[in-house]
């Protein structure tokens, strides 16, 4: 295999990596649910990217052909983590779950659980 | 290289797995557990690449799609579950 | 209600188009027989469900669109360096918050639209919108100023959505 497209692939695979773990560490570590919550829609979906973009690199290599099924997991992971992460903070709202102490504007929460206008 | 990168990758998914799964352990509430769940459906779906671009083969490729699929279904009913008590209404 | 319309060939043309396009990827190549399956699903699909669908404002300018989903995707790559700085940072220094965003835009699919880039982009999470649909909910990781950030939502992404949909 040619040494630059093994260049390629390897640092789309190992910043797409380092992205899906950014990510879960955030879910990991970070203070309460609704910052957790950002970890996870938007680090995971842009390391997913990457790793999906090496995977047809190095198919579209190997095979010989131009394979760009992997794109579809993309755009369908593009798609729906904001609808996943809209659900689960609409959810986290409907059960009060704790906010973190610092958070400013925290009545608002309150107004956006009544879907009522601030 | 490849091999390198491909035995790094698939180091930093397995450390974010385990990671969802203390979230998943933790909680401390319902949410937490879901989103938890959705992530770890995702870093399987990274992990089903690595593997396939490992072993050179496209034929777990419909995998990664299905695994997409159910999890974004799953993670909608579980959601629609515990907002409302009730999956059909 | 309204009269029964008239039979049209391709009811949703935008609907056949992305199913043609979702076909060929989904089997990866572009062969005659699975051209002429791809259009016979795209043609047969929307004539059996295109009874089930609401009116929506449709996509008026194609080049905006292009251009807008460009400026989205560029965005995402820089909110993810943001992100990955701020969750890998002392969680100490974070300062969340929840803003309301007043919305001018009125449909759903482009309420939609602009809840899912929020979503996407800079340490922004869409949690609720609100019943009247004049508000967005939004949760912020790490707010430094308000208004800059609502002014910076309302141009960066709601004025394009309206360019495009004409609303």
């Keep these: 295999m040619e040494f630059w497209i093994e260049l390629v692939v390897s640092a789309f695979l190992i910043l797409g990596s380092i992205f899906v773990f950014v990510g879960s560490l955030g879910l990991a570590k970070l203070p309460d649910f609704y910052t957790r919550l950002h970890g996870p829609t938007k680090a995971t979906t842009l390391g997913m990217g990457c790793l999906l973009i090496a995977s047809m690199i190095f198919v579209t290599y190997q095979q010989g ?3 760009v099924h992997e794109l579809l997991i993309t755009l369908f992971l593009l798609i729906t983590a904001p609808v996943t992460a809209h659900m689960l903070a609409k959810t986290a709202m409907h059960h009060e779950l704790e906010i973190l102490d610092k958070t400013s504007n925290k009545a608002l929460s309150q107004r956006a659980r009544e879907r009522m206008s601030p | 290289m490849l091999s390198t990168a491909i035995l790094i990758a698939t180091i930093l998914v397995c450390l974010s797995l385990i990671l969802n799964l203390w979230r998943l352990f933790k909680g401390p509430d319902r949410p937490d557990r879901i989103l938890a769940l959705d992530t770890m459906y995702i870093n399987s779906i990274a992990l089903i690449i690595l593997f396939g671009i490992s072993s050179s083969t496209t034929l777990y490729f419909e995998a ?4 997409a699929m159910l999890g974004f279904v799953s993670t909608a009913a579980m959601c629609k579950y515990i907002l409302r008590g009730d999956l059909i209404e | 209600m309204k009269t029964k319309p008239r039979f049209r060939l391709l009811p949703m043309p935008l609907h056949s188009l992305i199913l043609f396009v979702v076909w060929l990827l989904l089997n990866n190549t572009v062969a005659p027989g699975h051209l002429l399956l791809g259009a016979f699903l795209a043609i047969g699909i929307p004539l059996l469900t295109s009874g089930m669908q609401d009116a929506q404002p ?7 669109t292009l251009r807008y989903v460009f400026m989205v995707i560029g ?5 993810n360096f943001e992100v990955a700085k701020l969750v890998v940072g002392s969680s100490k220094k974070l300062s969340p918050a929840f803003i309301a965003v007043p919305l001018n835009i009125e449909h759903e699919l482009p309420i939609t ?9 800079p340490g922004t999470v869409s949690a609720e919108v609100s019943e009247d649909k004049k508000w967005l909910y939004v949760h912020v990781l790490n707010l430094t100023d308000k208004d800059e950030l609502i002014a910076s939502i309302k141009h960066r992404y709601e004025r394009p959505l309206m360019e495009i949909f004409e609303c």
């Design chain 3, 113 to 121: 639209i602009l809840a899912s880039t929020v979503s996407l982009t």
């Design chain 1, 65 to 67: 052909y131009l394979s």
């Design chain 2, 64 to 67: 990664a799609l299905l695994i």
């Design chain 3, 58 to 64: 449709g996509f008026r300018k194609p080049l905006a």
């Design chain 3, 75 to 79: 965005d995402i790559i820089a909110a």
